[in-house]
């Protein structure tokens, strides 16, 4: 019953990404289970990720919009960013501290897509191993410090 408000939500969400596609975001048509999403971006035409193609998974819980989305890179071609790990965890804040039920999917997708296009150097987040061998498989279980909003 909880999830039946999460689904109106989601389905009205993935209704406009799907009618109205964002370029470089496309949802994989798969929606048997609406608590796990993936979607598929690719990197900005002129940007070090041009034409590379990623996917996120989005965990949905009961309590969203009001709590964020579970958000990873899966599968075999992770970014090599600064704030994306090898495990596919992303330090953004708008997926913590920073998140707001008025965000939705579309604008996580372009906000990663954006942390992409600045990115200057293509290189792991220095503490990328030390992390990687002891974080939760919860991303969001992470007390994150966001200090480096220049890349």
């Not at 209704?15 to 949802?27: A, D, F, M, Q, S």
Request: with cysteine; aromatic share 10%.
């Amino acid at each position: 019953m909880a999830f039946d408000l999460v689904r109106k939500r989601l389905t009205k969400e993935l209704k406009l990404l799907t009618e109205n596609p964002t370029p470089g975001i496309r949802v994989v048509e798969d929606f048997a289970d609406m608590r796990k999403i993936r979607i598929d971006i690719e990197g900005a035409p002129g940007t070090l990720y041009d034409g590379e193609k990623f996917q996120l998974l989005f965990k949905f819980s009961d309590q969203y919009p009001f709590d964020s989305p579970q958000v990873t890179f899966i599968g075999s071609n992770i970014p090599l960013h600064p704030h994306i790990y090898s495990n596919g965890h992303i330090c953004l804040s708008i997926l913590t501290d920073d998140w707001s039920p008025a965000l939705s999917i579309n604008a996580v997708c372009l906000s990663i897509l954006s942390m992409l296009s600045s990115c200057k150097d293509k290189s792991r987040p220095p503490d990328n191993d030390w992390y990687v061998r002891t974080a939760s498989n919860d991303p969001k279980k992470t007390r994150w410090w966001y200090h480096d909003d220049a890349v």
